[in-house]
């Protein structure tokens, strides 16, 4: 088994941190190179300030779409920045910022890297939580055309 090149998917959350120190340790065993992959959902901008269930006006700060792309972009480098600083220890890093579904991006990025390894964390989320938020882990896993590490938080689920 060869694996040069590690792709890690990070977001701003303990989890993914958790998968990076995992994924960065699986590249130093390897001396692989690493992509790190944060993915930048759209989000979503109400049309309307008046809340539905009281008929109130909301007071919300004046957002427009490209202010809230620039605090996500922002934000994005922020975390990739953190992360490298924190464990890339030598190793070659590439970067990747993309917006739009998170598996959809992870998978994409893979295949852009090359990657023969992806890492990412889970929130273990179950029930209902699962189906409404659907797991990002799962999509990857199965769409996948190179092994996939799923990296639960350790002392989670115990």
Known sequence: MKI???LIGIDDSKFAEYAA???FDI???????VGLVHIVEPAIIPESNTDTVLGM???T???NEMNI???QKDQAESVIER??????????????????????????????FNADLIVIGTH????IDRLLMGSVAESVVRNSHVPVLVVPLAGEGE
Do not use: M, W
């Open 4 to 6: 040069s090149k590690i």
């Open 21 to 23: 120190s995992y994924g």
């Open 27 to 33: 590249a130093q065993t390897f001396n692989a190179h």
């Open 57 to 59: 006006p909301l007071q």
């Open 61 to 63: 700060p004046d957002y």
């Open 69 to 71: 792309l620039d605090i």
């Open 83 to 112: 992360t490298i600083k924190k464990y890339a220890r030598g190793l070659q890093v590439t970067h990747f910022n993309e917006y739009g579904s998170t598996a959809d991006g992870i998978l994409s990025c893979s295949k852009e």
């Open 124 to 127: 273990n989320r179950t029930g």
